[in-house]
């Protein structure tokens, strides 16, 4: 059974940068049937997924449009874990953030964490 | 992008009764569609994939079927655990989308 752990702060400044980790149990982050992605929830947007990364012969990242400009996503090999960094954010940017793995629908999640982007 | 309509927004409906809620996509899927149960507070849980098929664990009185560009979820007989938000997410395209929720509130 996967099981993800997310860590990271609950505030963040406008234009700074959002960052979260998630860590992976019960599978690797360089599996080669896994994809490891972050989704978003707010009360206007929904949910949203942001991107995602994951392994075949080299490494991938897929980012959605609406933050491709803003967002990495980066595997830890080291450490069997992800992360997210989403630059310059705004308060549109007030959200829970999950990490999720799943290629095409998403099976295990982690437990969230609400990141408020305000001053 | 594949836009993902759920209705109704709102269904009130007794424990022991069924409920019906309904999943519409602006393009043909096939067969790839999900849904997912959230309660307050949790992440979503996948319920089902492949339009049908339940995910590991899921009571058989959840059951999904459609296909192209309509589904259903059907509760069979809810149970006060089932009292939730419901989406339904399409994969059959980039970027992966999820429709608004329909909430499933005790009647």
């Known amino acids: 059974q996967v099981q993800l752990q997310q860590s990271g702060p609950g505030l963040v400044k406008p234009s700074q940068t959002l960052s979260l980790i998630c860590a992976i149990s019960g599978d690797s982050v360089s599996s080669k049937s896994a994809a490891w992605n972050w989704i978003r929830q707010s009360p206007s947007r929904g949910l949203e997924w942001l991107g995602r990364?994951?392994?075949?012969?080299?490494?991938?990242?897929e980012y959605a449009d609406s933050v491709k400009s803003r967002l990495t996503i980066n595997p830890d090999t080291t450490n069997n874990q992800f992360s997210l960094q989403l630059n310059s954010v705004i308060p549109e940017d007030t959200a829970v953030y999950f990490c999720?793995?799943?290629?095409?629908?998403?099976?295990?999640w982690g437990q969230g964490t609400l990141v408020t982007v305000s001053s | 992008e594949i836009m993902v309509t759920q209705s109704p927004a709102t269904l009130s409906v007794s424990p022991g009764e069924r409920a019906t809620l309904s999943c519409r996509t602006s393009q043909s899927l096939s067969r790839n569609l999900a849904w997912y149960q959230q309660k307050p507070g949790q992440a979503p849980r996948l319920l089902i994939y492949g339009a049908s098929t339940r995910a590991t664990g899921i009571p058989a009185r959840f059951s999904g079927s459609g296909s192209g560009a309509e589904f259903t979820l059907t509760i069979s007989s809810l149970q006060s655990e089932d009292f939730a938000v419901y989406y339904c997410?399409?994969?059959?395209?980039?970027?992966?989308?999820f429709g608004q929720g329909t909430k499933v509130e005790i009647k």
């Open positions: 997410q399409q994969y059959d395209n980039w970027p992966r989308t």
């Open positions: 990364t994951f392994y075949r012969s080299k490494w991938s990242k």
């Open positions: 999720v793995s799943g290629n095409y629908y998403f099976d295990y």
